[in-house]
């Protein structure tokens, strides 16, 4: 890809000045990124995959031994009990360098092909450069990638290192870094201290180049945070600032990061001051995330009911419909007042109060029964149940589905009145 931008433009024409890879870097990466092997067979004899020398072997494989030195080219070499013939490895290799006023992340693919009998046929090619400027803008200058779906690794070797659009393959996580490194200033100023805490460098630059409040973390030991808001870039740091600063001014190290911004927007929805260290900064974070977690699901718990009680109350219409013969019925013996309930809403009143499911399971949408309130002075004991098909009370429940004191008494007023329901039926 031709670089487009000024910026890509500089990077493209920076990179002309960068050092091929030296042999001492090349020869450091062969010896410490790639395994050195000897192969043994059964019969003992020792073959040099790095030399090709052979030579038989003093042991058994019964005093199996797991390294031994090449006689003819003094390697220190894994033995390894096979009849294969040829081997391959292949891993990548870091070095980190700087040109210019850029942080520059190089990145090769090392092979190493072996076969018994020849000496080890080695690769070391660049495939990947980061390119990170002083204000932690990136560009990327890497070889093309073949279009193999098999494979994992497939580096277009005819192509050349120019300027290409950021892939996931670029982000490449090398086995060893070249120890000798080099780091611009910006990048010390901004508080790296040759730890990346398991980031990639390049997030780990680019992120404390460009956001303050990352290098803030980082100096301040708040790595917990630091590495979830690198990680979770969909997680806007703004939103917790105000809580993270009382955090810093509190000296209180976030432990568990993520747990601690789940609390935090817990403790915004229930609308607590943020920048409290009280609320902030707990002792026990664990033990107030669930309290508060508990308090959160009794919310929504009642939520649904409150919404599953709004959609119900729809049904107003459905039921004076189904009900309008029998609305107003009522009858009276002593104190006990039993009368058909009025609307939905008085279902709920009803459910509400006894406890029970009247409303929930909708019994004022049931067409071939009629639902009564027995009250003493307004106040509800019993519900009662009542078949339009046979005209017998099906049930009578006071609160908690219980049977109260008046129970037998509410059945037989019902029976007793039961034509003034038959009478409605047909008018
Ligand atoms: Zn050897």
């Not at 990145?107 to 204000?135: D, M, T």
């Not at 609305?327 to 058909?340: A, T, W, Y």
């Not at 002075?377 to 589905?401: A, K, M």
Request: proline share 3%.
């Amino acid at each position: 890809m031709k670089p487009k931008t000024k910026f890509q433009k500089q990077v493209a024409e920076q990179s002309k000045r960068l050092a091929p890879i030296t042999r001492k870097q090349r020869d450091w990466a062969f010896q410490n990124c790639l395994e050195h092997q000897a192969r043994r067979l059964k019969n003992g004899k020792l073959t040099c995959l790095e030399c090709g020398h052979s030579w038989a072997g003093g042991h058994t494989l019964a005093e199996s031994i797991c390294s031994c030195t090449c006689p003819h080219c003094q390697a220190e070499l894994k033995v390894i009990d096979t009849r294969k013939q040829s081997f391959k490895q292949a891993e990548y290799y870091g070095i980190y360098t700087v040109c210019g006023s850029f942080q520059v992340l190089r990145y090769f693919f090392l092979e190493k092909h072996c076969r018994v009998g020849s000496p080890a046929r080695l690769h070391c090619r660049e495939v990947v450069q980061h390119w990170i400027a002083p204000n932690g803008k990136c560009a990327i200058m890497a070889r093309s990638r073949s279009m193999n779906v098999l494979y994992y690794d497939v580096w277009n070797w005819s192509s050349a290192l120019e300027i290409r659009q950021e892939r996931q393959a670029h982000l490449v996580s090398p086995v060893a870094v070249y120890p000798h490194k080099r780091f611009i200033p910006e990048v010390k100023r901004n508080g790296f201290r040759g730890n990346f805490y398991g980031l990639l460098p390049r997030n780990f630059f680019r992120n404390i180049l460009t956001d303050s409040r990352m290098e803030t973390l980082l100096k301040s030991g708040q790595i917990g945070l630091f590495r979830y808001f690198s990680v979770e870039r969909s997680k806007d740091i703004a939103d917790f600032w105000a809580s993270i600063r009382i955090c810093i001014r509190n000296k209180y190290a976030v432990s568990d990061a993520s747990l601690w911004c789940d609390y935090v927007n817990l403790l915004r929805f229930f609308g607590k001051d943020l920048s409290n260290a009280k609320f902030v900064c707990p002792t026990d974070l664990k033990a107030e995330h669930d309290r508060w977690m508990l308090k959160k699901q009794t919310w929504n718990k009642h939520q649904k009911r409150e919404e599953r009680r709004k959609q119900l109350l729809q049904n107003e219409q459905a039921y004076s419909d189904l009900k309008a013969n029998f609305i107003g019925l009522e009858f009276s013996e002593g104190k006990l007042h039993i009368r058909v309930l009025k609307d939905v809403n008085e279902f709920y009143e009803e459910g509400n109060t006894l406890k029970h499911c009247v409303f929930t399971n909708e019994y004022f949408l049931k067409p071939d029964t009629l639902v009564f309130s027995a009250q003493i002075d307004g106040q509800r004991i019993e519900t009662v149940e009542v078949s339009l098909e046979s005209f017998q009370v099906i049930q009578s429940r006071g609160l908690f589905n219980q049977n109260t004191e008046f129970h037998d008494q509410i059945v037989s007023i019902v029976n007793r009145n039961v034509h003034l329901i038959r009478e409605r039926m047909t008018a």
